[in-house]
């Protein structure tokens, strides 16, 4: 157990939905990251925040957005959805910013696009 | 374009058998180098990280090496066993930024 907390763990909806998924990072750790996971990708880094500030951008679609809150849980909103965005979502938490940081990560949530 | 490809794709070995799985890094500015162990379905777990001037490290049955100027990392794994059937991702960092490749399905049979 990492101490990472992801929700839900499977999501089925439909195209043209929205969804958010939830990440609470182990304790202590200021630094959040969002990472996609689809079949014939590797693991594709979105988003990361640090103290509830964005600090680095990957590849992240317009149609997806996330935030860190005062608590340091972060929510990833995935809006207008394509077949195309399911995947493997995985959270992951470290202490730092950058560097030589151990990143830990959640259990994932699956995501299913219909 | 940061990249970062791992040989093989996939690899089949006998329970306590060793085995050596490569990775090719074309990142710029190189921060470090990691190594993951992911198990179907769950997340990615560390086995190493090694900065551009570390050599080797270790980390129980696995054995990282690190050439940065030829830019290649190998992860050796020591006396196989079945709980290391699983895919091995190699990630270079550059700046905030981590670049994975698509991993190295390892799976270990009795």
């Known amino acids: 157990d990492s101490g990472v907390t992801q929700t839900p763990k499977h999501l089925i909806t439909a195209t043209g939905q929205r969804v958010t998924l939830r990440c609470s990072p182990r304790?202590?750790?200021?630094?959040v990251y969002w990472y996609q996971q689809s079949l014939d990708q590797g693991l594709q880094f979105l988003i990361q925040?640090?103290?509830?500030?964005?600090?680095a951008k990957g590849n992240i679609l317009e149609r997806f957005s996330a935030q860190q809150f005062p608590d340091l849980h972060s929510e990833l909103n995935l809006s207008s959805l394509e077949l195309g965005d399911s995947a493997l979502y995985f959270c992951?938490?470290?202490?730092?910013?950058?560097?030589?940081?151990?990143?830990?990560f959640g259990p994932g949530t699956r995501l299913t696009v219909t | 374009k940061n990249q970062v490809e791992q040989s093989p794709q996939s690899l089949i070995i006998l329970e306590g058998k060793n085995c050596t799985l490569q990775?090719?890094?074309?990142?710029?500015?190189?921060?470090?180098l990691r190594w993951y162990k992911q198990d179907t379905g769950r997340g990615p777990v560390s086995l190493t990280i090694?900065?551009?001037?570390?050599n080797t490290k270790s980390n129980g049955r696995y054995t990282a090496t690190l050439d940065a100027d030829t830019k290649q990392s190998s992860l050796h794994i020591t006396a196989s066993q079945l709980s290391d059937s699983a895919s091995y991702i190699c990630?270079?960092?550059?700046?905030?930024?981590?670049?994975f490749g698509k991993g190295t399905s390892l799976l270990v049979t009795p």
């Open positions: 090694m900065t551009f001037s570390e």
């Open positions: 992951a938490s470290s202490s730092g910013l950058a560097g030589v940081h151990e990143q830990y």
């Open positions: 990775c090719n890094y074309t990142v710029s500015p190189f921060s470090n």
């Open positions: 990630v270079a960092q550059t700046g905030y930024a981590l670049n």
């Open positions: 925040y640090y103290n509830g500030e964005e600090r």
């Open positions: 304790s202590g750790d200021l630094s």
